[in-house]
């Protein structure tokens, strides 16, 4: 059993922050609760210098202003943006060489939408080898019904799926 904060996890461990741009947010409370998780994701980031890829659906506006200013606290070598054109963001981009580079092994997925961009690109990042982390209160679908059981039961099966963000970290909870 192998927690977050081990030597042999935490120097591979990137995380990606999909899609949390104003224009899928919108006025959707259940989303807007994410972010305040995200940007204490976005600290652990900061404070164990783990890389952070922000992946921004084109042509739909940068990420959302709260978020932003958290990312801007991380040291930008360790902040990449990738602009995808579907909902996978591996898809025509260069997502996969810079997951190689870093040497990433453990993916820590948060965004929107849990049915489909984050699960896009959570199914591609499992096909390339890599183990996916993720939590309810880290990603959200569409609408607060569209976050289906088949969905969260996808990650639980193919990944490490908590209840909440804050499981994660704890050494007593977290086994990758």
């Known amino acids: ?33 994410l972010i305040p998780y995200q940007i204490e994701v976005l600290e652990f980031c ?9 992946a921004e659906y ?4 940068p990420t959302t202003d709260k978020l932003q ?9 360790n902040v990449k943006t990738i602009i995808k054109k579907n909902d996978n963001a591996f898809e025509y981009t260069d997502l996969a060489f810079i997951l190689e580079d870093l040497g990433t092994q453990y993916l820590l997925v948060m965004g929107i939408n849990a049915s489909a961009c984050v699960l896009d690109t959570a199914k591609n990042a499992v096909n390339n080898g890599l183990k996916i982390i993720t939590s309810k ?8 019904s569209c976050s289906t059981t088949a969905t969260h ?3 639980e099966q193919n990944g490490v799926y908590h209840e909440n963000h804050e499981s994660i970290f704890e050494p007593q909870h977290l086994t990758v």
């Open 137 to 144: 209160t880290l990603i959200a679908g569409v609408c607060s």
């Open 1 to 33: 059993m192998k927690q977050i904060s081990d030597e042999d996890v935490l120097p591979y461990l990137a995380v990606m922050l999909i899609d949390m741009q104003d224009y899928f947010i919108g006025k959707n409370r259940e989303k807007e609760k």
């Open 153 to 155: 039961s996808w990650y």
């Open 58 to 61: 084109y042509d739909r506006g």
């Open 46 to 54: 900061k404070d164990h210098n783990v890389p952070v890829i922000v």
């Open 69 to 77: 200013k958290a990312l801007a606290c991380l040291p930008q070598a």
